[in-house]
């Protein structure tokens, strides 16, 4: 069991290092993750985006989102 927590967190660290923009916050009724990865390169090989901000936050991404269209 020791072993299979200590991998996990060992998995997220590298990931989380290895990350160009990583942000999770958990709210009281939902959560928001954001990954990029990887650091270091002109371009991101994958972005990874789970449910939604809240606040602030959140309308100034849906002005970001209608800006690029």
């Known amino acids: 069991m020791y072993k299979l927590l ?10 989380g ?6 942000d999770l916050s958990v709210y009281q009724d939902g959560y928001f993750l954001h990954y990029e990865f ?4 002109n371009d991101t ?3 990874i985006t ?6 602030l936050a959140a309308v ?10």
């Open 45 to 47: 090989w994958f972005e």
């Open 60 to 69: 100034i991404d849906q002005v970001k989102s209608k800006a690029s269209k």
């Open 38 to 41: 990887p650091r270091y390169g």
């Open 17 to 22: 290092v290895l990350a160009r923009s990583f």
């Open 50 to 55: 789970l449910g939604q901000r809240q606040g």
């Open 6 to 15: 200590s991998a996990i967190f060992l998995i997220l660290l590298v990931a």
